[in-house]
């Protein structure tokens, strides 16, 4: 989570969730709705991702993002980042334009170039919220932040053809060590997508859902075994608990079953059905 208004936030998430709505009912992909509702948080300045990031120890930023297909079981990561405007479009260009999953550093922002697209300055995601936020931890010492580590956007989206697509970006944790790598970008631990089974986002301490290839691990349960994605969903937080990590997952099935589930006082979250409903919330207490 993150601080700040929090009307300002359920309004930005309302946005991005009619956009990729807009994507899916006018026939688009899964993978296009993913990519436009991360793009609108990723430029907001209000989450832990593109603009708005956390500050690594160094007081810069470096970002991470995935996205996988779930008809094709492609997927494109990137990783390190400090001058890429759109972390999530620069995966899925790694994706689709290149033969690899994954880029990172000053590769990446090579590619990015290759496309023809302007690298940006880092100030441009250091908000001005995130420089106090790092300027008050910094000075009471690293790793002494108050602030919650979990700002990470993502989107899991179900097209009318059956086809499902994940995606996440990340600033990663408040104050991380330069070079460090969390799990939204590492596909099966933050990210992962098979029509088969499901699309899962991961937000949380990067380090446990790494270790516990979490995204995976929910579509295994589902594919093996045929459990329920709720199940497996909550089976695999339990598991991160006990290991001592907490966060969360957005998860959605072909079916249109969609799970959100955390093991914090809240995520911010909402969802939309092709019958119209839909809701943005953030506590738990909402549920
Ligand atoms: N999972 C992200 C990371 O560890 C952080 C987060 O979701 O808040 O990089």
């Not at 989450?47 to 079981?73: I, K, P």
């Not at 106090?132 to 931890?137: D, E, I």
């Not at 699309?199 to 579509?219: L, Y």
């Amino acid at each position: 989570m993150v601080g700040g208004d929090e009307s300002l936030h359920r309004n930005k998430l309302k946005e991005a969730l009619d956009a990729g709505y807009a994507v899916l009912d006018r026939g688009g992909s899964a993978t296009d709705a993913v990519l436009v509702s991360i793009q609108i948080m990723e430029e907001s300045a209000m989450f832990d991702a593109g603009r708005g990031s956390y500050l690594n120890a160094e007081g810069v930023c470096e970002l991470d993002a995935a996205v996988m297909d779930g008809r094709t079981l492609g997927a494109g990561a990137v990783a390190g980042l400090q001058h890429v405007k759109s972390p999530i479009a620069l995966a899925r260009d790694v994706m689709e334009r290149s033969p690899h999953v994954m880029l990172i550093g000053s590769g990446a922002e090579e590619f990015e170039k290759s496309l023809g697209r302007e690298l940006v300055p880092n100030e441009y995601f250091q908000s001005a919220e995130r420089k106090l936020q790092w300027q008050k931890a910094h000075s009471a010492g690293a790793g002494s932040s108050s602030e919650k580590p979990h700002g990470t956007v993502g989107c899991v989206a179900l097209d009318r053809n059956g086809n499902l697509a994940a995606g996440t970006s990340t600033g990663g944790t408040n104050l991380k060590r330069f070079g460090r790598v969390g799990d939204s970008p590492i596909i099966g631990a933050g990210t992962y997508a098979n029509n088969a089974t499901c699309a899962v986002s991961a937000t949380g301490v990067g380090e446990f859902f790494i270790r516990q290839v979490a995204a995976h691990d929910i579509a295994a349960q589902v594919e093996y075994r045929g459990v329920p994605l709720r199940e497996a969903a909550s089976y695999t937080l339990a598991k991160i608990a006990k290991a001592g990590g907490n966060g969360g997952f957005i998860a959605i099935n072909s079916s249109g079953d969609t799970v959100m589930i955390f093991n914090t006082p809240g995520m911010f979250r909402g969802f939309r059905l092709s019958d119209g409903s839909g809701s943005v919330k953030i506590y738990s207490s909402e549920d």
